[in-house]
């Protein structure tokens, strides 16, 4: 597994699944550290050994919970559930949601240029990854454009993910040295929606490709080129601004953004249109909608962030169109 994490040979919905089982395994710990409570630290050595200590208590009251069959993945699944997030987890989580004692270390420490770093590391190493994933194709495909012997497709698929590589890596250095956050969203939902929204495209990409004209490939590529060249344009606009989770860190209303709110959604629904042409329909059509759904969503809410810390954004979003000048 670490070889093909390494590599960038692991498919990257594995990797979400695992980054997802963690998160839930230590929801009691970041729910203790986001409510700066003086607590967290016990909370989060307990959280360490509630696994191991489920396994021992079960081992010995009941040797049965951890039988199962290898062989079966359902039986291996819930052993790993009982084991991870038994009674042991489940009381951890309840007592990091009940209201506690505050520590004001803990809430100085999340307005720091630190904790911002460390709270964008997951979306640092995803985006790392893909660069890691998609070096392997451009250097075979960079050896024959060298050879002379590339075709047409060859060149423009080459330019398309030489621009996507371009685009994350410029992606990991803003998640890097960007401002810190003046406002942020409340509640649960902005953070889910900017959460799915970020990583629901990734499931076009476990569907079958399907069989396309060479006229068609070269179009989804084209698509994509266009999409991510644009959103490095963007990017480099938005520059320290920029953040997945719906926060205001400054206005920008220059650039792309003098003419549409949000630009990098626009170029980005370029791209997932390209990707959606390349995989089986209607289930990769669906998918991309469903993105389309999720940005303008997350819009929604990034706008509400931005009026709270900005009084002059509600004139600036009077006269500018969310995502096409003159249509929407």
Not at 20 to 28: G, H, K, S, T, W
Not at 255 to 275: K, W
Not at 276 to 303: D, K, M, N
Request: proline share 6%; hydrophobic share 55%; glycine share 8%.
């Amino acid at each position: 597994m670490l070889q093909g994490i390494l590599t960038g040979q692991t498919k990257g919905v594995v990797l979400l699944s695992m980054a997802l089982a963690l998160f839930l395994y230590f929801l009691p710990s970041f729910a203790a550290f986001a409510r700066g409570q003086r607590r967290f630290p016990l909370l989060l050595l307990l959280n360490l050994l509630v696994s191991p200590a489920q396994a021992i208590a079960a081992y010995f009251l009941s040797p049965s919970l951890l039988a199962f069959d290898p062989h079966n993945p359902a039986s291996v699944g819930m052993t790993v559930v009982f084991v991870s997030f038994g009674p042991g987890w489940l009381a951890l989580l309840f007592w990091a949601l009940r209201p506690g004692e505050p520590d004001p270390r803990l809430i100085r420490a999340r307005q720091t240029k630190m904790y911002d770093v460390i709270a964008a590391l997951p979306l640092i190493l995803w985006f790392a990854y893909g660069v890691l994933q998609l070096r392997p194709i451009l250097v075979r495909e960079g050896a024959q454009i060298a050879a002379g012997t590339a075709s047409l497709f060859i060149w423009v698929q080459f330019c398309a993910l030489l621009a996507a590589a371009a685009f994350y890596l410029l992606l990991v250095y803003f998640l890097v040295v960007r401002d810190r956050p003046i406002e942020k969203s409340r509640g649960v939902l902005p953070r889910f929606f900017a959460v799915v929204g970020t990583f629901l495209g990734v499931g076009i990409l476990q569907l079958q490709p399907a069989a396309l004209s060479l006229s068609m490939q070269i179009l989804a590529a084209l698509l994509i080129a266009l999409g991510s060249l644009g959103s490095i344009l963007v990017l480099r606009r938005l520059g320290k601004s920029f953040s997945i989770m719906p926060e205001a860190r400054r206005l920008v209303t220059s650039g792309p953004y003098a003419h549409v709110r949000h630009p990098l959604y626009a170029v980005e629904m370029i791209t997932i249109i390209g990707t959606a042409v390349q995989f089986t329909a209607p289930q990769s059509w669906l998918i991309a909608l469903g993105v389309v759904a999720l940005l303008w969503i997350r819009s929604h809410y990034e706008e509400q962030v931005l009026e709270a810390a900005y009084p002059e954004y509600g004139a600036y979003r009077a006269k500018t169109a969310r995502f096409i000048p003159g249509v929407v």
